[in-house]
């Protein structure tokens, strides 16, 4: 299992506690039923998917569009961001 790793940003901190919360029980549930789980930082993701780190949503979406080859939008863009993730997990481990 691909998971986001948390962050929070400075003006809005109950998001990142509430994400932390969030994330320990995904992480709780994976290690419960022996499903290796790895977090990737957001940058890393967007690095991996689109070649700059610092991409946009929107460009994020079109990385995950392009990978897919889907001609339709992904909305909203935490659809993309889990299927990014997903393809993440694919690139790789896909040989376990």
């Known amino acids: 299992m691909v998971v986001e790793d948390i962050f929070s940003l400075q003006k809005y901190p109950k998001s990142g506690i509430t994400l932390g919360k969030v994330t320990g029980i995904i992480l709780l549930a994976g290690y419960q039923v022996d499903v290796p789980v790895t977090e990737v930082p957001v940058r890393e993701a967007k690095q991996v998917l ?40 694919l690139f790789r481990y896909k040989g376990i």
């Open 50 to 89: 689109t070649g700059n780190g610092n991409a946009s949503k929107m460009q994020l979406e079109r990385a995950v569009r392009h990978f897919l080859n889907l001609t339709t939008p992904i909305k909203p863009y935490h659809a993309s961001d889990a299927i990014g993730l997903a393809l993440i997990g």
